[in-house]
């Protein structure tokens, strides 16, 4: 069974930075695909960024040049270093992993962390 646990979430001032960060443990693929996602009140959960294996990355627009994935395959943990962090920004974050052995595609969530953005 895998798990999904992150880390790093919290209440941050407009303009400030923090890093999330998601263990993955059991039985992993190496070639996967690992994101975060975010979920505010009363909205849909959407994607922020998500990594390859080979480290393609991808960005939801709105966080483009403040956000930045990266992963340590050693560590089996993907990072989220987000910066210049706006009110907008909060909502709950959770960590994703899946691949696909065709025909099956396997897709694991984190519990979510708070991120707070506020003055």
């Known amino acids: 069974q895998v798990q999904l646990v992150e880390s790093g979430g919290g209440l941050v001032q407009p303009g400030g930075s923090l890093r999330l960060s998601c263990l993955a443990s059991g039985s992993i693929r190496k070639i996967n695909v690992r994101g975060w996602y975010r979920q505010a009140p009363g909205k849909q959960r959407e994607l922020v960024a998500t990594?390859?294996?080979?480290?393609?990355?991808n960005y939801a627009d709105s966080v483009k040049g403040r956000f930045t994935i990266s992963r340590d395959n050693a560590k089996n943990t993907v990072y989220l270093q987000m910066s210049s962090l706006k009110p907008e920004d909060t909502a709950v974050y959770y960590c994703n992993l899946q691949w696909t052995t065709w025909p099956n595609k396997f897709d694991f969530w984190g519990q979510g962390t708070q991120v707070t953005v506020s003055s």
């Open positions: 990594i390859s294996s080979t480290d393609v990355t």
